[in-house]
């Protein structure tokens, strides 16, 4: 029974309640819950990443690249996801006008993730990454001498297409996650929200991204 | 037998808020007329007065009253904080009163 708390589901209907958990499910779920499922979701990103070498490095970054120690991948996820959060904290604290619980915060913005393990799953089709190191020697052979050329099959090609398609609307879905996220937990609305919520974002992508550079340089010898 | 009719308090027309003008004891039948003003807890819509009565059945416990409705605590929070305002809004008369379809 939700009828008396929101208008979201005031219709009832199953159709309205759906479309509720996919785009805002922090309608329903907030708190320590969402916390525990979204770190869950960030961990299980990063060992499928490490199986496929699908790096999350950053905010909003997705790539595949070389092979690294799981630890790696776990803390791309990890570093990603705080920095965002002590910023939209930080943020949120400061233009919202109510009682902003950081575990609702943190929580949140964990389980506004999930849809990238969607992307480390659909990147481990085999064709995607065969084409993925194709395209990277492609590049390669336009600054240095001496690397064979490239195959290129239609059926990897057609599986790196669907991936790219996959992670463009898994990042569509994530951002628009992450600001429902930011709007239900700080209770922030219109033009304040949006702005406020893009400073952040972009804010939390050149932090995360320094981060990983620095913790990198610090831990792994060849970075 | 509990009536199923709700009292309306802005007018239909204009949408202003309306004023009590007349008060009947149902024991005597004595009569009182005058205008007299809704207190702002009656002003607010049905929906309104409902979630207060839930809030106050739950000890002001935003927490329990999250669980009992299967929702969110900042979605309660966020309820009761646009509540908070409305409330505001109608004692210092800075809203036009009218429910929200």
Redesign the interface.
């Known amino acids: 029974?939700?009828?008396?708390?929101?208008s979201a589901p005031e219709s009832g209907s199953q159709r309205r309640r759906a479309r509720t958990w996919l785009f805002n499910p922090?309608?329903?779920?907030?708190?320590v819950r969402?916390l525990a499922l979204g770190v869950v979701c960030i961990l299980t990103t990063g060992l499928v990443g490490a199986w496929g070498r699908s790096h999350f490095d950053g905010v909003l970054d997705f790539h595949v690249g070389a092979s690294a120690p799981v630890w790696i991948f776990l803390a791309e996820g990890i570093i990603a996801w705080l920095t965002l959060s002590v910023l939209l904290a930080a943020t949120g604290k400061l233009v919202s006008?109510?009682?902003v619980?950081s575990v609702?915060v943190f929580g949140?913005q964990a389980l506004a993730r999930a849809p990238m393990l969607l992307t480390a799953i659909a990147a481990l089709l085999p064709g995607y990454g065969r084409f993925a190191s194709a395209l990277m020697l492609m590049q390669a052979k336009l600054t240095s001498w001496g690397i064979p050329k490239p195959h290129f099959d239609v059926a990897d090609a057609a599986a790196f297409g669907i991936v790219i398609l996959v992670t463009l609307t898994m990042l569509v879905w994530m951002v628009a996650l992450m600001y429902r996220a930011y709007a239900?937990?700080c209770?922030v609305k219109g033009g304040r929200a949006v702005i406020s919520f893009i400073v952040a974002l972009v804010l939390a992508e050149a932090a995360s991204k320094t981060t990983l550079y620095v913790i990198f340089r610090a831990f792994v010898p060849t970075a | 037998m509990k009536s199923n009719k709700m009292m309306p308090y802005v007018c239909p027309s204009c949408r202003t808020g309306l004023k009590v003008v007349r008060l009947t004891c149902s024991a005597c039948g004595t009569a009182v007329e005058g205008g007299f003003d809704l207190p702002v807890l009656a002003r607010l819509d049905a929906?309104d007065q409902?979630?207060l009565l839930?809030f106050l059945k739950s000890s002001g416990s935003l927490k329990e009253l999250a669980r009992?409705?299967?929702?969110?605590?900042?979605?309660?929070?966020?309820?009761l904080?646009a509540l908070i305002g409305k409330v505001a809004a109608l004692e210092t008369g800075t809203v036009h009163e009218r429910r929200e379809l």
């Not at chain 1, 922090?26 to 708190?31: D, E, N, P």
């Not at chain 2, 009992?68 to 309820?79: A, D, K, L």
């Open positions: 029974m939700t009828s008396m708390v929101t922090f309608h329903y779920l907030a708190g969402a006008r109510t009682h619980r609702d949140t239900v937990s209770n | 929906e409902s979630f839930s009992q409705h299967g929702v969110s605590y900042p979605t309660v929070r966020n309820r904080d």
